[in-house]
C-alpha cells in the first residue's frame, strides 16, 4: 500500500467537487482535501444543525463553497461548467434512518435523483476522469446473521433512508455501465459502516447524543444497546474514498463496489460502544437501557472488507477503543480551546503521519 503522503500529494493542485461538503464526514474531508493543497469546491445545503463542523473550522473561507441543493439539477449543471472538477466525491445524503421514516419522500428525492443528478452533470463533463459515489453498510438486505456481507450480496435496505442508498448503487451501476464503458471517467461506490469522531452535532447518532449528555451531565437514553454496528473513526473511511479515487484515476482496474468498515473485532455492540465511551470521557457520565419504541431499525450488521484489503493492502489504523479516544479528545481539546481547525488538522496529521 502507499503511503499516505504519497496519497494526499496527489491530490495538490487538483480540482476536487465533494457534494454534502457541510455536513460531518464532508468537512472532515474537505479539511484533509485543503490541508493537502487541493483546489476544493464545495456543493451543499447550509449546515442543517445550529452547531457545525463546517463554521466551526471556517471551511467557508478555505474553499470555494456553493450552498446549494443536489435535487436542483439546473444549478448543479451550471456549477460543473463553470468549475471543471476532475474528481467528484459525492456524499450529499439526507442520512439519518429515523429521519427517513418522517420524510420518505424527500429522502428518496435527495438521495435517489440527487445521485442522477451529479451522475448526469459527470456524465456531461469531460474534465472529470474519477467519480466515487459513498452509500451505506445499510444497502444490503438485512437477514441479522453474523457473517460479514460482500459486496456481491443482494441490495434491499430495509427502512426508506437504506433504501434509497440502495437505489443510489444501481443507478451507479446503470451510469457506470451505459456511459463509462470506455472508462473515460472511472466509476466506483463506497459502501462505509458508521463513523465516529469530532464535530458530529446530528441527532438521533450515538456518539452525538453521549456527548450533549455528558456536557450537561445528563443521563443518556440508548435505544438499541444490543444492536451490532461496524463502528470506525471518520478519517478511516475518508482514507479510503480518497485512495479510491486516486488508483482508479491512475488505473481502471480499481473501479469497483468496495465495503468499507473496521475489523470484525471492532464491530460491537451499542452498548459496548457507550461504557468505551462513558471510560474515556470519566465523570459526569452515565447511561441508561431504555428503548424508545421507535421505528424498525437493523439489529446486526458486520461487513466484510476483504476485497478492500486485498486489492489495496488496506488495513485500519485506528481500533474501536482509539477511535472513541480520539473523539472524546477532540470535543474536550474544542470545549477547552474553541479552535476546532488547529484540533482537527493534529488529527488529520496524526492520522496520514505527515
Not at 449546515?47 to 471556517?58: G, I, N
Not at 434512518?97 to 435527495?110: K, L, M, Q
Not at 482509539?322 to 474553541?338: C, G, I, M, R
Amino acid at each position: 500500500m502507499e503511503s499516505s503522503k504519497e496519497l494526499l500529494e496527489f491530490y495538490k493542485g487538483k480540482k476536487v467537487l465533494v457534494t454534502g461538503s457541510t455536513g460531518f464526514k464532508g468537512s472532515w474531508l474537505s479539511a484533509i482535501l485543503f490541508m493537502a493543497g487541493a483546489d476544493v469546491v464545495g456543493y451543499a445545503l447550509s449546515p442543517v444543525t445550529h452547531q457545525s463542523l463546517f463554521d466551526e473550522l471556517c471551511l467557508g473561507d478555505k474553499i470555494k463553497q456553493y450552498y446549494e441543493d443536489i435535487r436542483d439539477y439546473d444549478t448543479m449543471k451550471r456549477v460543473f461548467d463553470e468549475e471543471k472538477p476532475e474528481i467528484v466525491l459525492h456524499l450529499a445524503a439526507q442520512p439519518i434512518v429515523r429521519e427517513s421514516y418522517v420524510a420518505p419522500r424527500y429522502t428518496f428525492d435527495t438521495n435517489v435523483m440527487g445521485t442522477v443528478n451529479v451522475l448526469e452533470c459527470v456524465r456531461l463533463t469531460d474534465s472529470v476522469s474519477s467519480f466515487l459515489n459513498v452509500t451505506t453498510d445499510k444497502v444490503y438486505e438485512n437477514k441479522e446473521q453474523e457473517k460479514g456481507y460482500v459486496e456481491t450480496d443482494y441490495l434491499d435496505g430495509y427502512d426508506p433512508y437504506s433504501n434509497s442508498k440502495s437505489c443510489s448503487e444501481l443507478v451507479t451501476h446503470s451510469y457506470k455501465k451505459s456511459f463509462f464503458a470506455d472508462s473515460r471517467c472511472r466509476i466506483s461506490t463506497a459502501r462505509a459502516g458508521n463513523v465516529i469522531g469530532g464535530g458530529d452535532y446530528a441527532k438521533d447518532r450515538i456518539v452525538p447524543d453521549c456527548i450533549r449528555a455528558a456536557v450537561k451531565n445528563e443521563v443518556v437514553n440508548i435505544r438499541n444497546p444490543y444492536s451490532i454496528r461496524p463502528y470506525q473513526h471518520v478519517l478511516e473511511p475518508l482514507a479510503i474514498y480518497l485512495m479510491i479515487a486516486k488508483k482508479q484515476a491512475e488505473d481502471s482496474k480499481y473501479e469497483g463496489y468496495y465495503n468499507v468498515g473496521p475489523d470484525e473485532s471492532d464491530c460491537v455492540t451499542t452498548g459496548k460502544l457507550v461504557d468505551i465511551f462513558a471510560s474515556k470521557w470519566g465523570e459526569g457520565f452515565s447511561w441508561n437501557d431504555q428503548s424508545d419504541g421507535g421505528p424498525h431499525e437493523a439489529g446486526f450488521l458486520k461487513l466484510d472488507c476483504t476485497k478492500l484489503k486485498t486489492t489495496f493492502g488496506w488495513q485500519p489504523k485506528y481500533n474501536i477503543d482509539q477511535a472513541v479516544e480520539k473523539t472524546v479528545d477532540w470535543q474536550k481539546k474544542y470545549t477547552s480551546l474553541n479552535d476546532a481547525f488547529s484540533i482537527t488538522k493534529k488529527q488529520i496529521i496524526e492520522f496520514f503521519e505527515v
